[in-house]
């Protein structure tokens, strides 16, 4: 079994920063692109960053300039710096990883990790 596990997240004030981290750990063989979602109340899940196994990455317009996504492949480990944070950053943040499991190399498998809740509030 493969689990994802995020950390870091909690309550900001306006203009400040907060880092979040997924691990992904079990049996697995490699770990190829990885994300992070966002999902405020009420409101769909929405696509904020992702990252290739090769450091590749892309970014929602409404976090270009101020998230910065990275990886360490030899932690399976993933991280997201949000920085000038705004209240509508205000969500739960999921990571997902795409996952080849170390006994069936030859899949795909697509996890999700439990959510952290990053609030912005003064």
């Known amino acids: 079994q493969v689990q994802l596990v995020e950390s870091g997240g909690g309550l900001v004030q306006p203009g400040g920063s907060l880092s979040l981290s997924c691990a992904a750990s079990g049996s697995i063989f490699s770990v190829n692109v990885m994300k992070w979602y966002r999902q405020a109340p009420g409101k769909e899940r929405e696509l904020v960053a992702t990252v290739t196994s090769s450091q590749s990455t892309t970014y929602a317009d409404s976090v270009k300039g101020r998230f910065t996504i990275s990886r360490d492949n030899a932690k399976n480990t993933m991280y997201l710096q949000m920085n000038s944070l705004k209240p509508e950053d205000t969500a739960v943040y999921y990571c997902?990883?795409?996952?080849?499991?170390?006994?069936?190399?030859?899949?795909?498998?697509?996890?999700w990790g439990q959510g952290t809740q990053v609030t912005v509030s003064s």
């Open positions: 997902n990883a795409l996952v080849a499991p170390g006994q069936t190399p030859w899949r795909r498998n697509e996890y």
